[in-house]
């Protein structure tokens, strides 16, 4: 499943109802990847408010750059939550990735989503629906992004956008990531 929506939209605490949800019933382990990086006091804080409201059972991955070997070792049983895409991207492009490692690391996702063998929960956020950016670089990131998003909703098996923290079904069922 592919969860995006713009900034404070529900996303985050949607993905985390539906992953208590599904582990309830399906009897299911979850693990939390977070790509957050804490850059400064106000994001180590808001890391570890996020820490804290997560229910103490799940594992939390903190993982910045590479998530497809995460993704690659889940088991059956498990279910995977990766919030977010969009901190993902950020955090290659600061690290000064090319358009090259770009589109591998992508591909290498997509791929790596598809082969999945539990049910995964991805959040992105949507950046592509206000004014062109000014700058270059902010617009590098709009499009990356939009690219990015575009790829992991055509291999996700349901899409949800997040309105006003309502989801709405875009692809798919909200039933079965």
């Known amino acids: 499943m592919f969860v995006l929506g ?4 529900g996303k985050s605490g949607y993905a985390e109802r ?16 977070a790509t957050a990086q804490a850059t400064d006091e106000e994001m180590a804080d808001r890391i570890e408010r996020h820490r804290e409201a997560r229910p103490r059972d799940w594992e939390t991955v903190e993982e910045a750059f590479d998530i ?13 939550i ?21 589109r591998r690391r992508v591909n290498a996702l997509a791929d790596a989503v598809t082969m999945a ?13 206000g004014i062109v950016p000014a700058d270059g670089l902010s617009r590098q990131y709009r499009d990356w992004l ?9 291999v996700a098996s349901s899409v949800v956008w997040m309105v ?3 989801p709405v079904t875009v692809k798919g069922s909200t039933e079965t990531p």
């Open 6 to 9: 713009g900034a404070r939209s």
């Open 18 to 33: 539906l992953a208590r949800t599904l582990a309830a019933e399906r009897r299911l382990s979850v693990t939390f990847v």
């Open 117 to 129: 063998v539990g049910s995964v929960i991805m959040v992105s956020n949507e950046v592509g629906a």
């Open 68 to 80: 497809v070997p995460i993704l690659r070792r889940q088991r059956t049983d498990q279910l995977i």
């Open 146 to 154: 939009g690219w990015l998003n575009q790829r992991m909703a055509a």
């Open 82 to 102: 990766v919030d977010c895409l969009s901190l993902l991207l950020n955090n290659w492009m600061y690290a000064g990735c090319s358009e090259e490692l770009y």
């Open 164 to 166: 006003a923290g309502i």
